[in-house]
């Protein structure tokens, strides 16, 4: 009988309303009593937080990692499921998957309804999850992120939505597996870029995201510098473009050694260097990298694990983000 270890990190999924607002109380072993499981499935439980994934510091972060070192330590372990809040899930399970390298699936789920909710959510996301955990169709997946029946590869998925149980989606991309009347159904086998070294321990460097706005000048480039950042990411408009202003330091930071990642504000669609005059081809042209079709978060997860763990980050990123 396959073994589905349960790392329980709080967030919506495990919280009740009070008078206070929603707190995350409950464990995972309280999680699993009120989720349908299948009946050829083992679930061993570890809780790793109970807190909101809006809360998360670098701490959590490598607590859950040594939580996932472990479980795929042991051979019994099928699959790992990690219930997680939504708020950050995209970046947390991205991060994960740029070191995760083995077979077997780790699937993230979490709901946007409380536990106390009559009309939770989390309870049919924890069992599609746990389902899809232990399903051969869920193999060399890699991370997965499970909600609303839908499985989406962690690299591209996004909170598309405040409130809504279909909180989720990969624009562009798209689901990669459905869970549907019970079945699991695969639909599109994206690549797997090879994993990056990084370890529970290796710390995540300071990266910072600037944000691009309509008359937007370099003060907050500047700080972000200034507070240690060794990589930034641009949340730039359109199909990545920026100012003038911001362009040379854009240039400085590249000529310092400082990598400057190029993704857009827009939710959907790759960036691309198309515009001179502080656009995406002046970037270019400076140095700056091009993230694809990742959210500036994720993009932001990508610089910090390249710098953590190898020599030349532009080349790292350059060559992760070449495999589609
Ligand atoms: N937005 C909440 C959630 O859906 C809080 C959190 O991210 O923990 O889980």
């Known amino acids: 009988m396959p073994e589905i270890r349960l790392l329980a990190t709080g967030g919506t999924i495990a919280s009740r309303a009070g008078a206070n607002g929603r707190y995350a109380a409950a464990t995972g072993a309280e999680l699993l009593t009120n989720t349908a499981l299948p009946d050829d499935v083992r679930v061993s439980v570890r809780d790793v937080a109970t807190i909101a994934s809006f809360a998360w510091r670098s701490e959590e972060l490598r607590t859950l990692r040594r939580h996932i070192d472990q479980a795929l330590a042991d051979p019994e372990v099928a699959g790992i499921v990690v219930t997680h809040g939504t708020d950050t899930m995209e970046e947390v399970s991205f991060l994960i998957s740029l070191g995760h390298g083995d077979p077997r699936p ?12 009559p009309a939770a959510d989390g309870p049919a996301n924890l069992s599609d999850a746990v389902a899809l955990a232990a399903h051969p169709a869920a193999r060399e ?27 989720f989606d990969a624009p562009g991309r798209g689901p990669a597996l459905r869970v549907a009347a019970g079945r699991i159904i695969p639909l599109t086998a994206p690549a797997r870029p090879p994993a990056l070294p990084i370890t529970a321990d290796s710390a995540i460097p300071r990266v910072d995201v600037i944000p691009l706005y309509l008359g937007a000048d370099t003060t907050l480039f500047d ?30 930071a590249v000529a310092d050694g400082v990598a400057v990642l190029v993704c ?36 932001r997860m990508l610089l910090a694990a390249a710098i953590a763990s190898t020599p ?12 589609p």
């Open 106 to 117: 780790i699937v993230f789920t979490g709901a946007q309804r409380t536990l106390d909710d």
């Open 141 to 167: 997946r890699g991370v997965l992120l499970c909600f609303d029946g839908h499985a989406y590869a962690a690299r591209g998925v996004r909170k598309v939505d405040t409130l809504s149980t279909h909180g």
């Open 223 to 252: 700080a972000a510098l200034a507070a240690g950042a060794r990589g930034l990411v641009l949340a730039a408009f359109g199909a990545g473009n920026a100012n003038p202003e911001i362009l040379e330091a854009v240039r400085q």
């Open 264 to 299: 857009s504000r827009v939710h959907s669609g790759p960036v691309a260097p198309l515009y001179g005059g502080g656009g995406g081809a002046s970037l270019a042209e400076a140095g700056a990298l091009f993230g694809v079709d990742l959210s500036p978060w994720q993009g």
């Open 312 to 323: 030349d980050a532009a080349k790292t990123v350059a060559d992760w983000l070449a495999v």
